[in-house]
Each structure stands twice: as C-alpha cells, then as structure tokens.
C-alpha cells in the first residue's frame, strides 16, 4: 500500500523557516515526481513546488527563492524548506505522487496519492 506521511509543520512567527519531510512507504519516491501543495481556510488548494525523477525543480511563483524542494533518496524522503516565512504562507501542506511520474508539474489535479498534511501557522 502507497503511503506518504507528511511532517515538520508548527506555529512559527514572520521570518522564521521550517523543513517539512513527506516520507514514502510502498513506493519508492526517486522514481517518481513528488510535489508540495498547500491549502489555507476556504481556499482552494495550489501547488507549491515539485521535484522531477530528474532533479528538476518547479516552483509556485509566489514562493520562488525562499522554498526549496529536495531529495533524500536513501531516506525516501522529499523535503521542503520554507524560509522567510510569511502570514500568507499559513496552510495545511500536502505531499502527493503525479498521476504522471514523467510530467511533473504544479497542478494539483494532476496529481494523485496524497498524504495527510502537515500544518503550517505563522503570526505576525
């Protein structure tokens, strides 16, 4: 069974930054493209950034040079930093699996397993 358990959200403050893990069970995360996504209290959800089977990158503009998307292959892991946190970055945030592991992208409906959540709370 294909299992994505998302982790490291918390309530921080504005310009603090975070590391959230997405960590893959029965799937094998290199193998794959993986993507972040995140949805705040009666939005809908977008895309954050994602990481090809190639290492290439893609990124939401609106957190372009302050998240950075990463792998950990021998932990199965895909990371997301946040840094220069923001109120507006105040969401639930999600890992998911491309429907797709070649065409990877930011489009949430293109994108099929999902993970949990991990919350993330920033004050002012």
């Known amino acids: 069974q294909v299992q994505l358990v998302e982790s490291g959200g918390g309530s921080v403050q504005v310009g603090d930054s975070l590391r959230l893990s997405c960590v893959g069970s029965?799937?094998?995360?290199?193998?794959?493209?993986v993507g972040w996504f995140r949805q705040g209290p009666g939005k809908e959800r977008e895309g954050v950034a994602a990481?090809?089977?190639?290492?290439?990158?893609y990124y939401a503009d609106f957190v372009r040079g302050r998240f950075t998307i990463s792998r950990d292959n021998a932990r199965n892991t895909v990371y997301l930093q946040l840094n220069s946190l923001k109120v507006e970055d105040s969401a639930m945030y999600y890992c998911?699996?491309?429907?797709?592991?070649?065409?990877?992208?930011?489009?949430?409906?293109?994108?099929?397993?999902w993970g949990q959540g991990t919350q993330v709370t920033i004050s002012s």
């Open positions: 029965g799937v094998s995360l290199s193998s794959t493209c």
């Open positions: 990481i090809s089977t190639g290492q290439s990158t």
């Open positions: 998911a699996l491309a429907k797709n592991p070649r065409a990877c992208n930011i489009y949430p409906e293109r994108f099929g397993t």
